[in-house]
């Protein structure tokens, strides 16, 4: 880690703006995978975490 | 930053974008286990109501199936009693035929005698055939001889009926003159006297033995046509010199007719004749004729002197 990024302003700042930007896309990949992964069992079993009951 | 930092940075995001790219595709191309599910549990009820109604069908069927089994049972019984009565009945006809069979045998030789006696009776029929021929020749024969006779009959039937009519004639002829005969001889005191026949009266259709016995009984040449004395006597019952009539002492039932003639006689004297002219049954009543004496009661009446 950058120690020069971390002092400015009292604020944690990113050392590289690239890497960051980075783990905001994987950030925003796994959650528009969740997302979908939601959206596509409540369509399919009307359920997100139990078990659907017949 | 470090070095390792990033490089850890760089292979957290990259795994991360692989692993969701994983995820994704797998879940958009997953199936959709709860439609196959319903699919399936629907499937599953209709299958299991299909069930139901197989086996309520299988029942039934079972049921009718029971009951075609006894009906066919009942068949069977029925057709094997009707079977066992058949084979009875085969028995007893292939008893008959046996006997049948034995029967035709015989009669084949019955036949065979028959045969032969029928070839006899053939012969024996030729024979009789050939004989009536003969026979019939023979009444063709008769037949014209006898259509001769009827011929000569006829005629001879003819010349009898032209005969009987001369026989009839003649015979009322013969009475004619018999009664002028009488009428004559009845004055005389006489009658007539039949004649023995020399010829016998024979009838028609007499039996042989009446002709011969009238032929035996006859007189043939015995006696002669001619007349006999009536023969009558009596005695004068009452005179009536004034009419000139007398009454005598018999009448029908003696004998006495109309127009005869008595002689009066007394003492062997001749007196008178009286000729009756009524007759009773015990007397008769006379005209007095040729008097040559007076009559009186008690004189002799004859008819003849």
Redesign the interface.
């Known amino acids: 880690m950058n120690a020069a990024a971390q002092n400015r302003g009292g604020k944690i700042v990113a050392a590289n703006n690239l890497y960051t930007a980075i783990l905001a896309l994987a950030f925003l990949v796994v959650a528009a995978t969740a997302a979908f992964v939601a959206v596509k069992c409540h369509l399919q079993y009307g359920t997100i975490f139990t078990i659907p009951i017949p | ?2 070095a390792l ?2 490089i850890l ?2 292979l ?2 990259f795994s ?2 692989f ?2 790219g994983i ?2 595709t797998y ?2 191309t ?1 199936d ?4 196959k ?1 319903d699919s399936q ?1 629907k499937r599953a009820q209709v299958a299991i109501a299909d069930k139901n109604r197989a086996e309520k069908l299988l029942e039934e069927r079972k049921n009718a199936y029971e009951q075609q089994e006894d009906k066919l049972n009942a068949k069977i019984a029925l057709l094997v009693s009707e079977a066992k009565d058949i084979g009875n009945k085969l028995t007893s006809e292939q008893r008959t035929n046996a006997n049948l069979l034995k029967s035709v045998s015989d009669m084949t030789s019955v036949v065979e005698t028959s045969d032969q006696t029928a070839q006899l009776q053939t012969q024996l029929f030729k024979d009789a055939q050939a004989k009536l021929q003969l026979a019939l020749a023979k009444q063709e024969k008769d037949q014209r001889e006898l259509d001769e006779l009827s011929k000569s009959l006829m005629q001879k039937m003819a010349i009898i009926d032209d005969l009987e009519i001369q026989k009839k004639r003649l015979a009322e002829e013969k009475v004619e003159l018999q009664a002028k005969l009488a009428n004559f001889l009845q004055p005389a005191g006489k009658v007539i006297v039949e004649p023995l026949l020399v010829t016998p009266k024979i009838g028609f259709a007499q039996p042989v033995d009446i002709r011969i016995r009238n032929i035996g009984t006859s007189d043939v040449g015995a006696g002669d046509v001619g007349t006999r004395d009536i023969g009558l006597h009596g005695l004068i019952t009452d005179v009536k010199m004034k009419h000139s009539m007398a009454q005598i002492s018999i009448g029908i039932a003696h004998g006495v007719k109309e127009n005869m003639k008595f002689y009066v006689t007394r003492d062997s004297k001749f007196v008178c004749e009286i000729r009756i002219i009524d007759v009773d049954n015990e007397k008769s009543v006379g005209l007095l004729e040729r008097v040559e004496l007076e009559p009186r009661v008690g004189d002799t009446i004859a008819t003849n002197l």
């Open positions: 930053m470090s930092t990033k940075i760089i957290l995001a991360s974008f692993l969701c995820v994704v879940v958009a997953e959709n286990y709860k439609e599910y549990r």
